[in-house]
């Protein structure tokens, strides 16, 4: 049959799987082996007021340096390390070491005090029975205070078992943590756990934000997020801002945050200290 219907582009198809299938197993080899040679690190982008562009915190996003391939993004390996169970020592670095490094710069500069760090979690690592214990020790083992740690989640690890994850919300919350959800608008949503988890902070998805100085409905999205957030309370964080025009706009719709390379790309982690004392 594949000769009917054009067997040279089915025979090509399938190698270029194949070949696409064999570079994620070699990927996921050298994960196994990058954990070991700690080839993992951490860059962090600034969180800052709208009005004045004061620096308000940190998102912690990994990075991998590959023997090969350089540095290598999450997008290409944080699905490959929850499909291989890696993402839990994974995570739990990547919180270990961003409660640590925030603690640190605080001892160095008191210009950090009250700066906070926002950590994104994966679904696998929420769902796991000891997330909980290991913030918590992720805390007491840096000194950091509670309250400037941020858990990014997003709205599908949420909706995908809500009592759960409401249940480890309130865990989270109790002893001090707060909680944000990601990429805001993108999932699958129902507007009421807005209300009923203990969520402190919503990011407004950068897909929103990059087309809402072009497109009226996407304006008014963004708009809309802002007014249901402001109105229960919340606050918003918006992702992506390129440039001064959407800079503007947020803030006439009084969103107090933002996040995006016109404020500053994500940063290594000897270059924070002297881009906060400026
Ligand atoms: P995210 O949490 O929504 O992170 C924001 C992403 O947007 C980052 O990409 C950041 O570099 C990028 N970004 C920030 N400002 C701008 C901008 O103005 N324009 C554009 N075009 N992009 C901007 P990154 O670092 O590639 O991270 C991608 C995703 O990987 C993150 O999305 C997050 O979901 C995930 N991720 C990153 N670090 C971790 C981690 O430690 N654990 C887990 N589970 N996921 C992580
Ligand atoms: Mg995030
Ligand atoms: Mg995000
Ligand atoms: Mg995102």
């Known amino acids: 049959h594949a000769k009917e219907h ?3 582009a089915a025979s090509f ?23 070991e040679n700690d080839e993992f690190f951490l860059v962090y982008q600034p969180i800052v007021s709208v009005v004045d562009r004061r620096i308000t915190g940190f998102e912690a996003l990994l990075r991998w340096r590959h023997p090969e391939r350089g540095v290598v993004g999450p997008d290409a390996f944080i699905a490959l390390a929850e499909h291989s169970g890696l993402i839990h020592l994974l995570g739990r670095k990547a919180l270990d070491e961003a409660c640590r490094t925030l603690a640190k710069w605080r001892r160095v500069d008191q210009l950090f005090d009250g700066l906070t760090m926002h950590v994104n979690l994966s679904a696998r690592q929420l769902s796991q029975t000891h997330i909980v214990e290991q913030v918590a020790e992720a805390l007491r083992d840096s000194c950091l205070p509670p309250h400037l740690l941020k858990l990014e989640v997003t709205e599908t690890m949420l909706m995908e078992n809500p009592d759960y ?3 480890v919300l309130c865990r989270l919350r109790d002893i001090g943590v707060g909680v944000c959800v990601d990429d805001f608008g993108t999932g699958y949503s129902s507007l009421s756990y807005l209300q009923r988890f ?8 950068r ?29 918003v964080v918006a992702e992506g801002v390129e440039d ?7 803030l006439g719709l009084a969103c107090r945050y933002a996040q995006g390379f016109l404020f500053a ?11 906060v004392t400026g």
Not at 13 to 35: G, K, N, P, T, V
């Open 13 to 35: 198809f399938h190698a270029s799987m194949l070949e696409e299938a064999l570079d994620l197993m070699q990927l996921e080899i050298d994960l196994h082996r990058a954990l």
């Open 165 to 167: 994850a409401n249940a």
């Open 244 to 250: 001064e025009e959407q800079r503007i706009m947020l």
């Open 265 to 275: 790309k994500p940063l290594a982690a000897e270059d924070v200290p002297a881009h």
């Open 198 to 205: 203990p969520i402190d902070t919503l990011k407004v998805d």
């Open 6 to 8: 054009g067997g040279d």
């Open 207 to 235: 897909s929103f934000v990059s087309r809402m100085t072009r497109e009226p409905g996407q304006f008014k999205i963004v708009q809309a997020v802002i007014a249901l957030a402001h109105s229960l309370g919340l606050e």
